[in-house]
Nanobody
Framework: VQLQAFGGGLVQAGGSLRLSCAAS????MGWFRQAPGKEREFVAGVTRMFNRIRYTDSVKGRFTISRDSAKNTVYLQMNSLKPEDTGVYYC???????????????????WGQGTLVTVSS
């Protein structure tokens, strides 16, 4: 599985960014982030079948994960960004299409390179 993430950048608090992750096929996908000095944490995920979605509590109502099946691309629309959203964001693919969406990084099989999101206060 090849994954490529795009879309990070510098944004002020309250702003928006959209991350993209292009995959070499259709997979269950997850977005994770890692802030400096912290462990990688689950942000959002979507199953391969039925596009069922799961979010971590801290982003519910602000972030939206979606899929463009024709492009094998998964997006993470991030609105109302906060400084605590700062980190390197990674997309990951999970082959077994588990539900509920897995939230541990070891449950994912392939990872894209990270894209840095910096939210200034």
């Amino acid at each position: 599985v090849q994954l490529q993430a795009f879309g990070g950048g510098l944004v002020q608090a309250g702003g928006s960014l959209r991350l993209s992750c292009a995959a070499s096929g259709r997979y269950a996908m997850g977005w994770f982030r890692q802030a400096p000095g912290k462990e990688r944490e689950f942000v959002a995920g979507v199953t391969r079948m039925f596009n069922r979605i799961r979010y971590t509590d801290s982003v519910k109502g602000r972030f939206t994960i979606s899929r463009d099946s024709a492009k094998n691309t998964v997006y993470l629309q991030m609105n109302s960004l906060k400084p605590e959203d700062t980190g390197v964001y990674y997309c990951a693919a999970e082959r077994q299409d588990i539900w509920p969406v897995p939230t541990h990084s070891y449950e994912y099989d392939s990872w894209g390179q990270g894209t840095l999101v910096t939210v200034s206060s």
